[in-house]
Nanobody, 121 residues
Framework: QVQLVESGGGLVQPGGSLRLSCTASGSIFSVNAMGWYRQAPGKQRELVSNITSGGRTNYADSVKGRFTISRDSARNTVYLQMNSLKPDDTAVYYC???????????????WGQGTQVTVSS
């Protein structure tokens, strides 16, 4: 079994900051890209940011310059530092990992349970 466990969500005022963390654990052989998606009420899930095993990063235009993704590959952990938060950032944030459970196994997507981020005064 593989589990992705997120933490760090909460309520913050506009202009504030939050840091999300996600750790993948269980039967894991190798982790490729890790990232964060979000889903606001009534909207589709969208990519926020991801980072490859080599450290290459990708950001949605709406968060460029405000959010920073990083990872600790030794701990299979990905972080999302969110600064200058806006009400439009309010959503459930989901961690995602592309990983292999065994040497001969396929690369597959795994998801966390989600953590709520609410930006409001």
């Amino acid at each position: 079994q593989v589990q992705l466990v997120e933490s760090g969500g909460g309520l913050v005022q506009p202009g504030g900051s939050l840091r999300l963390s996600c750790t993948a654990s269980g039967s894991i052989f190798s982790v490729n890209a890790m990232g964060w998606y979000r889903q606001a009420p009534g909207k589709q899930r969208e990519l926020v940011s991801n980072i490859t095993s080599g450290g290459r990063t990708n950001y949605a235009d709406s968060v460029k310059g405000r959010f920073t993704i990083s990872r600790d590959s030794a701990r299979n952990t990905v972080y999302l530092q969110m600064n200058s938060l806006k009400p439009d950032d309010t959503a459930v944030y989901y961690c995602n990992a592309d990983l292999k459970r065994y040497y001969w196994g396929p690369w597959s997507d795994y998801w966390g349970q989600g953590t709520q981020v609410t930006v409001s005064s």
